[in-house]
């Protein structure tokens, strides 16, 4: 499915460091103070088996600390009962005999995710849901669907219990924690975002309890105008599903929230380090053309961002086509600036086309001959840094805005190894990117390669940059890489500076500048701008 590549520059991709070849062995998985494991050690991957769940029987953990599962006792809700009487009675009762009803279309999934959501009664509407398996499918494909897969994605999630029976913690803000959990039970759990089962997260508003988490239940997917893009995305997670439900994958994922301390930054203004190398490419893109890297999630600090909403840009279409993705936003508390999530082992599911308005599901994906590491995770490495929503074209030059960029990136990048001694670089592989910050998030290109390139520098990873068809920012990476690094040999310290006066200038013409950054750095060596930039409201900008 990969397309070959002739038109890049810089090191050879062959010549990055790759996992599964770089990396170091792992340790025994079993749970720590920081990591959480949801399956029974000790675990060794077996394609043909899955894994066990771990405690044997279900164990509550209805508090602050943990998800609020829907099949908690605790977990109660009014219900219509004889003679309009309102009674309070467990939701997991109510859930599961909405889902073992029968589902024969559209409409009746709606009455069922209402039966245990009866306060959204009149305020979800499922047109979207309705408008895809009315008008969009086949007749065929819709029976198919309420007769073949949804009864398998019911009792997937009525499997909950079972399933996943140790508490879920939180990965909140301020601390570096895991959580590793079989592929087979991340179905569980999306199947019953799916039905829309999760309790506290409807609520809106700042004083709900989930204020700082994304959303979860999938209704906001089926809801609004009916939406083409919408209707792709629900493709792409009736595509998960068909496959799920069909045969379950076997492996495990791991989500790691990784805080890094305000003391454990470089000191960025002293940091004489030179770049480190780079492959650039205009063809290609993270998903298709990353495998082995540290692939960026170019991210909202709410992970997935308008994914189950709108909005089909990089991040949700790489949550689309890797579902398991998701589920980080049951866990993930909004990623404060010193913050990264890192997701080792989803599997891709979908192909796709188009991008935001054109986004078209195009069927299955194989990701098989992906290898395994020995914790039966895919070697597929994510990690998702937000960068910073930029409005004044000048202000993203800033020391204090320059620093947040490459601290977000550098948390990104950086591997904390968990162990005494810190990672050996030969162990890491190269990052790869492309204009993170630079679409919906409106920031400059050239400013945000440099900017990952030196924090991936800090933390001693190469970089495989695709320009997303840009063929002038191909060779202009190249060019600004191969100055700084081979015509002069600037460490990191210099480029900040560099950085810091070009805003100078900027600031001081206040018009659209007439030379981007790299032209600016270039011309400063040359010495031709000695006698300009440092006159207010310079004409040579
Ligand atoms: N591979 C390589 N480059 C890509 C790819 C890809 N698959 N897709 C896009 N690009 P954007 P942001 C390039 O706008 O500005 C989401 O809603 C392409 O040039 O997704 O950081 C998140 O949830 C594109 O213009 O990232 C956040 O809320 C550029 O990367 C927000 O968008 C930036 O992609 C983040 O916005």
Redesign the pocket.
Known sequence: QRKANSDWKGKPLNQLNKIPDCMDKLPSLHSTENHTVLIKVPYKYDPKTLPMPHPAQYKDGWNNDHVKMPCSPQNEYPFQGKNNKQILRKRWEIIEEALLSKIPGPYELEDVILKYNSRYFGKWNFETLKSLFIENLAECERNHFFGEVLPKIAKLALSLPHLCTQPIPLLKKGKTRSITLSQQQIACLLANAFFCTYPRRNAKGKTSEFFNYPSINFNSLYDGMPNEVKMEKLKCIIQYFSRVTKKMPTGLVTFTRQCVGHIDFPKWDSLDTPLRDIHVSAEG???DDGEGLLQVD???KYL???VLTH?C??????FLICPEMIISRLFTEGLEKNESLIMKGCERFSSYDG?AKTFEWKGDYDDSKTPRDDWGRLCTHVTAI??LVIHYYDKQFRGDIVKRELNKAYCGFVSLGGGKNPPNEMNLSAVCT??????????DKRLKALIQLMAATAAKRDVCY?T?D?DRLKNDIYNIHQYLTVTNQLGIDTILKLIERYEGVLRKSRKKPNMNLFEYIVKVFDGSLENTDSEPDSPAI
């Open positions: 893109t993270i998903e170019f991210a909202n997935g961002g308008g909005g840009v990089q991040e949700e279409i790489r991008y937000d960068a492309g204009n993170w910050g630079c679409g919906a998030f409106g920031g695709y997303f840009d």
